[in-house]
């Protein structure tokens, strides 16, 4: 006897599509109602009673983030859910805490609810073993597209760290220190580190190795007493806005002063930022606006059959008062 979920296989869809298309229940494509019809007519599928609850139950699709604790994925998330609230999708969401190994477990207990979809933030969108099932329509957000999954929503990570390097060069900054999470726990912070790596070698300057500590720490508690009197900055790029707020309060707690002492730049925009005194140099990035275009694309590719697309936000730099200009320095 013929299943659901070898007619959604067959249809070219997810199993939440094909049971709307057979229980005429919720929008989709007239396209997509043929194509579901027809699998089942070839497969001879017969909806059981149990199948007719299920499909009748809220729609919901799965979103999966490193942390719920970084604003920039609450601000993300937040737009997926006013996207879908208004198609009539729940959303359920599970976080990875930046750990490739609990990225699978999380997308599984994600599977386990028969979502529509899913909106993935992973590690490494080449290495995770998360993306090695068989899984329904996908969108990655903040990570690059792969041959396989060819549906992402990004910003260039890489132009962003060139051009936030080029604004301190620019303020006549040569020794650069670059602070980030694992690069095997984030693609984003390792494109932004070779776009920095890029700058300096475009501005003949030698760049430092990454300082890579743990994502998840308490930034609160950061130590960078070695590296300061070891390199001498003077200025050091945080892989992100949380972690950049973490190397102001290091640098204070070694009784040195920003900018005066040591500029300070990161990546996101985060609304603290903004907020601070001096406001912080940033390159903003439209997290918002971006998880919006992720769950667009998805409820797109779900329902209507439209192709995978790679879909691209730009970033801006965000001048504040963190980055001294040590061109007029006597």
Known sequence: ??????????????????HRVLNRNGPVSDEMVRRVRRAAAELGYRASGRAIALARRRPVIGVLIPSITNPVFAASLSSIQQRMLLAGHSVLIAQSNYDPAQEVDAVASLLNERPTGLILTVCDPERSLALS????????????PTPRFAAAVTTDN??????????????GHRRILFVSGHFGASDR????????????????????????????????QLDLSEA??????????????????GV???????????????????????????????ALTTVEIPD????????????????????PRHLTAAYRLRC??????LNHVS
């Open 189 to 220: 912070a390792k494109l932004r580190y070779l776009g920095h790596v890029r700058a300096m070698s475009n501005a003949g300057l030698e760049a430092f190795e990454a300082l890579q500590i743990p994502f998840i720490d308490s930034y609160d």
């Open 1 to 18: 006897m013929s299943t659901l979920q070898q007619v959604a296989y067959r249809a070219g869809c997810s199993v939440a599509t094909a």
């Open 288 to 307: 918002g606006t971006m998880g919006a275009a992720a769950a667009s694309l998805l409820l797109d590719i779900a329902e209507n059959a439209a192709p």
């Open 320 to 325: 504040g008062g963190t980055v001294r200009d």
């Open 228 to 245: 300061v009197s070891t390199l001498k900055p003077t200025a050091i790029i945080g892989s992100n806005d949380l972690l950049t707020l």
């Open 158 to 171: 890489f132009g962003a760290g060139r051009d936030l390097t080029d604004h301190l060069i620019a303020h």
């Open 248 to 278: 102001m309060g290091s640098v204070r707690r070694l009784g040195l002063s920003v900018p005066l002492d040591i500029s300070v730049a990161g990546f996101d925009g985060i609304a603290i930022g903004r907020m601070m005194d001096p």
């Open 133 to 144: 099932s068989s899984l329904p329509p996908t969108v990655l957000l903040n990570n690059l």
